[in-house]
């Protein structure tokens, strides 16, 4: 594999996918889920992320999630890169990841390890471990600014690490890493906070990022990476403010809201999202009536609308 030309094609929105559950057994809706991906590819969707955050990674069975891998990567038939998220124990991360690409997945995103204890020597093990045991690309997930930067530096020259979701939103740290990983190792920086943090990470050096909010409105996703990279900086700040509301609102309670809000802010919209699971709950009716807002905002509810409980 051309791994640099591989690099280059995550300079886009990585898109983390909802993962809807049905009221009332709280089993996954697979025909949500696939309709939610056809919605994301019908918009131009580039890389789709399965096993995310914003997916609720966390909260399926290692069943499940291999099932949802599966059903994102045949429904999209090769219509965008698929990146299957992997996590937990490393020898886990590596047995989710072979799962992943025998069933066709194009790269991986590997989860920062959830452990109570961790050393940034253990963390580069584990990185290390998981991209050898695969043949398919590698994007590493580093989101802990309790954890050293070296991490990626000392990851950095492997040829299977194309890119990493940088998620610390700290300008100079990030900056001054990016700026310490040559050029030659073909690794694609990816802002891991959204579109409230893309425009300053991509001056630093990422020249994509990740979305939750595409899910809802994808033409403001799409508009803020287009300005982005024609240098559009009027366009760039008003799409900007735009977000920023509804970016805020899915960080309170220290991001306890980030899942909830897309999914309420899709039900809203007349799409399917479903429940959250444990130990997330829906919004309190405040929230609820501050997504509203924000849609009516971007013009994408009507002035008035019963909102379905």
């Not at 954890?147 to 950095?156: F, G, H, P, R």
């Amino acid at each position: 594999m051309d791994y640099a030309a591989f690099g280059k094609k995550l300079e886009t929105i990585t898109a983390i996918h909802i993962t809807p559950f049905d009221e009332e057994t709280r089993q996954i809706d697979w025909e949500g889920l696939e309709a939610n991906i056809e919605f994301l590819m019908a918009n131009g969707t580039e890389v789709i992320v399965p096993c995310g955050n914003t997916g609720e990674f966390y909260a399926l069975t290692l069943e499940e999630a291999k099932a949802v891998m599966k059903r994102v990567i045949d429904t999209v038939n090769k219509r965008a890169i698929v990146m299957a998220g992997i996590g937990y124990a490393a020898d886990t991360a590596v047995e989710l990841g072979r799962y992943a690409q025998e069933a066709g997945a194009d790269c991986v995103m590997i989860h920062q390890p959830v452990h109570p204890y961790i050393t940034t020597p253990g963390a580069v093990s584990y990185y290390r471990k998981v991209i050898e045991s695969l043949d398919i690309p590698s994007v590493l997930y580093f989101k802990d600014a309790h954890l050293s930067d070296d991490i990626l530096l000392e990851l950095a020259p492997l040829d299977k690490c194309v890119g990493v979701k940088y998620a610390i939103n700290d300008l100079p740290r990030f900056t001054r890493t990016v700026r310490q990983v040559s050029a030659k190792h073909h690794v694609t920086w990816i802002c891991g906070t959204a579109e409230k943090w893309a425009p300053y990470f991509y001056n630093a050096g990422a020249k994509g990022f990740t979305s939750g909010l595409i899910n809802v409105h994808p033409d403001l996703s799409k508009g803020m990476l287009k300005a982005l990279q024609t240098h559009d900086w009027e366009t760039v700040w008003k799409l900007w403010e735009d977000a920023l509301p509804f970016e805020n609102l899915r960080a309170k309670y220290h991001a306890g809201n980030n899942v909830a809000v897309v999914k309420e802010a899709m039900e809203q919209r007349g799409l399917r999202a479903g429940i959250t699971r444990e130990p997330v709950d829906p919004l309190n009716e405040a929230d609820k009536k501050e997504v509203t807002a924000i849609l009516h905002q971007w013009g994408l509810l009507p002035l008035v609308k019963e909102i379905k409980r």
